[in-house]
């Protein structure tokens, strides 16, 4: 995609949620937006999201710090990882690098990640 300043917002609209990602595309000088449809599933920490219905794609909430600051989320392949936080701040890199551990021990390959500032 090669969007940076990356945000999604999650807002319940008409007892669905929702999340619109927004990123910059530098290349184009534009934001691009995408909106997305959220569907909860009978495990915890397990979501399917959809950009594009009626496929679904899954979400699985890895890892959550004890502040709540920072979510390891990935799909069912490995090559699908996010790192969420609810913050602009730089993430300090002793947990980047914790969330780096855990996700490699799940089987997620990190090398590919890009990391903005």
Excluded: C, H
């Excluded at 534009?30 to 794609?57: A, C, D, H, M, N």
């Excluded at 551990?101 to 090398?111: E, H, R, S």
């Amino acid at each position: 995609m090669g969007l940076t300043d990356v945000t999604a917002e999650y807002i319940i609209e008409k007892n669905n949620i929702i999340v619109i990602n927004k990123g910059w595309d530098e290349n184009k000088q534009i934001w691009k937006t995408s909106k997305g449809y959220i569907k909860e599933t009978s495990q915890l920490g397990r979501l399917k999201v959809s950009f594009f219905r009626p496929f679904y794609g899954s979400y699985n909430i890895l890892y959550i710090d004890k502040d709540y600051k920072y979510a390891l989320v990935g799909g069912n392949k490995s090559e699908y990882l996010w790192i969420l936080k609810r913050r602009k701040e730089q993430m300090p890199k002793k947990l980047l690098d914790e969330y780096l551990d855990i996700a490699k021990k799940l089987g997620y390959d990190t090398k590919g990640m890009i990391f903005k500032k």
